[in-house]
């Protein structure tokens, strides 16, 4: 295979070595740049558009297998051959299970070098294809999970282990991290995966219908009640039944839910008789289900029976491994459900979509890939088409309020602390974080005294 020129990265502390590589390589049609400094060569990958790095494994101040964990996180799509002279069974099956692409030891020969780099760029080519395809088609990926960080690959791990069994499992995670998407995978994953996945978010329904749709109604039990309907337990018979932001269920409703998981059975609103549902219950919180219990939002007993195992979906900003497939497969999506051609990205708009916290998670980059399609004229997404947003709020209008009321500091803070994590969605971890404080001392301040508001 002769592809088009690609750009390749040749790293070597040996300049003879560099010299060598790049003269065989130049004269087989590549493009290639070399270096003898790992510190240039970050420089360069970070500031390049490298297909491929062939990299020495033992140079001073940064390994190669360092250089690989780099790439793995910021240049996810550039392939990785390490050489060294110091070349091991051990080392190079944990070079491979790390990320690296192949791995050779000196002196080898240049062929065999060159076949490793054709093939990679190949699988890369392929991989590109592929994308493209799965894009145009609005094809998920493969098992509707995008999880190509480790993170993710291990919450993968742990939800194929929690769909092995029938208990109870708690999903936690902010908000948009795709928790409704990780509930549809145990199910998938399941012996109910032939049965029905049926869901409900708890805060969409008022009080007054949440028994209802739970548990279902007989003709004549209140005024809009003209035929019997089956509950979400009834529907779920057999299969699983899916409680999303289980902490805004109205704490009435949650003595008859606990009663049911208990005894499997339900009695419809305005009945007499019990029904019995065999029902698997996932349930998924954006909230800190301790701190739920502790403000009064949830029953500890109703906990108990929902958190029999807990799984935990990482936010975004901590996988960006995981932000070129989810460019690849929301675009394919966004432009199908606009009726526009399949549109791509350039590396640079993909750096700055890794390089942002979203706090809105998967559902925040979404809508801004939608808003960036919408308005984008060409077939490829510019970084510059990403920075279009709805205009920020007065970060100080608050405090302005606050100086103008004269509130006391304390006040102040309070609020300032409530406010975080709700942005949070609850999570006292990461609003501890953010902070910079230790969350006891965050527990243990907003549990003092309720905070005043600087809307």
Not at 94 to 99: E, K, P
């Amino acid at each position: 295979m002769n592809p088009d020129p690609a750009s390749i990265l040749v790293v070597d502390d040996h300049a003879a070595v560099v010299d060598w590589l790049v003269e065989e390589l130049t004269d087989r049609g590549h493009a290639v740049v070399g270096c003898t400094r790992p510190d240039e060569a970050l420089r360069l990958l970070r500031g390049g558009d490298f297909a491929l790095c062939v990299s020495d494994l033992e140079m001073p101040g940064l390994r190669g297998t360092d250089l690989l964990r780099v790439l793995r996180v910021e240049r996810p799509q550039v392939q990785l051959i390490l050489i060294t002279a110091f070349g091991s069974v051990d080392a190079a099956v944990a070079a491979v299970r790390a990320g690296a692409w192949d791995f050779l030891t000196k002196p080898f020969p240049i062929e065999g070098l060159l076949l490793s780099i054709d093939r990679a760029l190949q699988h890369r080519e392929q991989q590109g294809e592929l994308r493209r395809l799965r894009r145009a088609a609005g094809e998920p990926p493969p098992d509707g999970v995008v999880a190509r960080s480790a993170l993710m690959q291990m919450t993968l791990d742990r939800a194929g282990r929690v769909a092995r069994v029938d208990a109870s499992v708690l999903i936690t995670g902010e908000t948009g991290v795709g928790k409704g998407t990780i509930a549809a995978w145990i199910h998938r994953h399941s012996r109910r995966a032939r049965g029905p996945l049926v869901q409900l978010n708890c805060g969409a329904l008022p009080a007054s219908l949440i028994e209802s749709e739970l548990f279902g109604v007989r003709r004549g039990a209140f005024t809009d009640a003209r035929a019997d309907r089956d509950g979400l337990f009834a529907r779920a018979h057999g299969g699983t039944l899916f409680l999303d932001e289980v902490t805004e269920l109205p704490l009435e409703a949650q003595p008859k839910l606990l009663l049911a998981v208990e005894s499997g059975r339900v009695r419809p609103v305005g009945g007499a008789d019990e029904r019995a549902v065999d029902v698997r219950l996932l349930a998924a919180t954006n909230r800190d289900p301790a701190a739920a219990v502790a403000e009064g939002r949830l029953r500890e007993d109703l906990l108990y029976r929902l958190d029999v195992l807990r799984l935990a979906v990482p936010p975004l900003r901590d996988r960006p491994d995981d932000i070129e497939p989810l460019v690849d497969l929301l675009l394919g999506q966004i432009c199908q459900r606009h009726g526009r051609a399949t549109i791509g990205i350039t590396t640079d708009a993909l750096d700055g979509l890794r390089a942002r916290a979203w706090p809105g998670n998967v559902r925040e980059l979404a809508n801004a890939l939608e808003r960036a399609v919408v308005l984008c004229d060409g077939d490829l997404l510019q970084a510059a088409d990403l920075h279009e947003a709805p205009a920020a709020a007065d970060p100080w209008r608050g405090l302005d309020a606050a100086a103008a009321a004269g509130l006391p500091l304390e006040d102040v803070e309070l609020a300032y602390m409530q406010r975080v994590v709700d942005r949070c969605g609850g999570n006292l971890s990461e609003a501890a974080r953010r902070l910079g404080v230790d969350r006891r001392t965050l527990h243990r301040r907003l549990g003092a005294r309720g905070p005043a508001d600087l809307s």
